[in-house]
């Protein structure tokens, strides 16, 4: 900041310092207005839903599990049939666990 010696250049820098308030007043205001938007419920709701159905590994997650699902309900049904067995149905269930973990665990990369 320089020195100001004359009231011509206090008036200057009086109007500079009254523009500079009004433009930093107006910024504030536009910030305001933007975060009051953005954390209004439904744009809340609104982003969430759309990075969650843009997300690249959404796609690869469902289809994991629903073939993990599928492959141990499969497996549980080729083991224990239409068998009214308590100890079959029972190894059935778990088949079905350990399938199911395995082939989602697969279908992720994570084969450990």
Request: aromatic share 6%; hydrophobic share 40%; net charge positive.
């Amino acid at each position: 900041m320089q020195n100001i010696n004359s009231v011509a250049e206090l008036k200057i820098a009086i109007k500079l310092s009254e523009v500079d308030r009004e433009l930093k007043k107006q910024i504030l205001k536009e910030q305001f207005y933007f975060i009051r938007e953005s954390l209004r419920p439904i744009n809340l709701i609104k982003n969430g839903l759309n990075k969650m159905v843009t997300s690249p590994n959404l796609i690869n997650n469902i289809l994991g599990t629903v073939l993990g699902l599928a492959t141990g309900y499969m497996s549980k049904k080729i083991v224990v049939g239409t068998s009214t067995n308590i100890l079959r149905r029972v190894l059935g269930n778990i088949l079905q666990f350990g399938v199911t973990k395995a082939v989602a665990k697969k279908s992720e990369g994570k084969w450990y």
